[in-house]
Nanobody, 126 residues
Framework: QEQLVESGGGSVQAGGSLRLSCAVS????????MGWFRQAPGKEREGVAG???????TYADSVKGRFIVSRDNAKNTLDLQMNNLEPEDTAIYYC????????????????????WGQGTQVTVSS
């Protein structure tokens, strides 16, 4: 199974930026989808951004226009550029993968994915 390791989290003031990276090791499938999720204290884990191997990207309404997801095939990472961060973005961020492609509306659903990283903390202060 693939191993996923997130990095790039940290503390930043509102309006700042962070870039998260999810390093993928082990067997990689030829067709798959990947996603970024987050979980704030006391809240459900929610989808933030999704990507699939045919180039589809999708975003939660709360991050559209601020976050950009991209796949770096040379480094074998899924990256999340987060701009104009808000205190509401504070959470643990997780990446996830699935060996199957899904319709775009499924890329932000937890049940789509069967492999998860350990998460990285993002804290945004006002």
């Amino acid at each position: 199974q693939e191993q996923l390791v997130e990095s790039g989290g940290g503390s930043v003031q509102a309006g700042g930026s962070l870039r998260l990276s999810c390093a993928v090791s082990g067997y990689t499938y030829s067709t798959y989808c990947m996603g970024w999720f987050r979980q704030a204290p006391g809240k459900e884990r929610e989808g933030v951004a999704g990507w699939d191997s045919v180039g589809t990207t999708t975003y939660a309404d709360s991050v559209k226009g601020r976050f950009i997801v991209s796949r770096d095939n040379a480094k074998n990472t899924l990256d999340l550029q987060m701009n104009n961060l808000e205190p509401e973005d504070t959470a643990i961020y997780y990446c996830a993968t699935s060996p199957y492609t899904r319709a775009p509306e499924h890329l932000l659903l937890r049940d789509t994915y069967n492999n998860w990283g350990q998460g990285t903390q993002v804290t945004v202060s006002s």
